[in-house]
Antibody
């Protein structure tokens, strides 16, 4: 059973960089054709996709966040990471990591999720 | 950018059928996925590729997709189905979520 666990600071100051790591257990991050994603959810609001990475290192980002986002993968540690720069209060949210799967071409769905971690942007 | 439109809320009595819609331009040409999210929990995939169910999801959950509307149908609704439901597609190398629908079991 694949499990994902987010980790990182719960409080980040405005203008600084938010950094989170997702550790994957129960399987190798390199096995299979999976896309590893970050998704966030402000309190009381809906889900927002941040971006994804394949184990080859190829990435796709949400156009609205692209200029501030970097997602990377460390296959030796079975982890992938998120960096979001120049954060403001609007970036306060629960951040989820998730495994993206593909059955038919030109689609992606998330079959395994981490429990989520709350990141607050405040001075 | 592609937009998915969901009704903010749907109410249904126990034992009845709930239908949650997800509207998008020619959404019938895309694969639609649905998630259930209960308070304080991570979302759970309940339907993928329009109408397939992951293992462990009851047959009461089904999906359809045609034209400009995809629909998640929950038959014989139970109190435990009360949750937020989100639709999702892949479009132009990006993931798009609907705004979510709160299902209330009366």
């Amino acid at each position: 059973q694949v499990q994902l666990q987010e980790s990182g600071p719960g409080l980040v100051k405005p203008s600084q960089t938010l950094s989170l790591t997702c550790t994957v257990s129960g399987g190798s991050i390199s096995s299979g054709s999976y896309y590893w994603s970050w998704i966030r959810q402000p309190a009381g609001k809906g889900l927002e996709w941040i971006g994804r990475i394949y184990t080859s290192g190829s990435t796709n980002y949400n156009p609205s966040l692209k200029s501030r986002v970097t997602i990377s993968v460390d296959t030796s540690k079975n982890q992938f990471s998120l960096k979001l720069s120049s954060v403001t209060a609007a970036d306060t949210a629960v951040y989820y990591c998730a495994r993206g799967s593909v059955v038919v071409a030109a689609t992606l769905f998330f079959d395994y999720w981490g429990q989520g971690t709350l990141v607050t942007v405040s001075s | 950018s592609y937009v998915l439109t969901q009704p903010p809320s749907v109410s249904v009595a126990p034992g009845q059928t709930a239908r949650i819609t997800c509207g998008g331009n020619n959404i019938g040409s895309k694969s639609v996925h649905w998630y259930q999210q209960k308070p304080g929990q991570a979302p759970v995939l309940v339907v993928y590729d329009d109408s397939d169910r992951p293992s462990g999801i009851p047959e009461r959950f089904s999906g359809s997709n045609s034209g400009n509307t995809a629909t998640l149908t929950i038959s014989r609704v139970e109190a435990g189905d009360e949750a937020d439901y989100y639709c999702q597609v892949w479009d132009s190398s990006s993931v798009v979520f609907g705004g979510g629908t709160k299902l209330t079991v009366l």
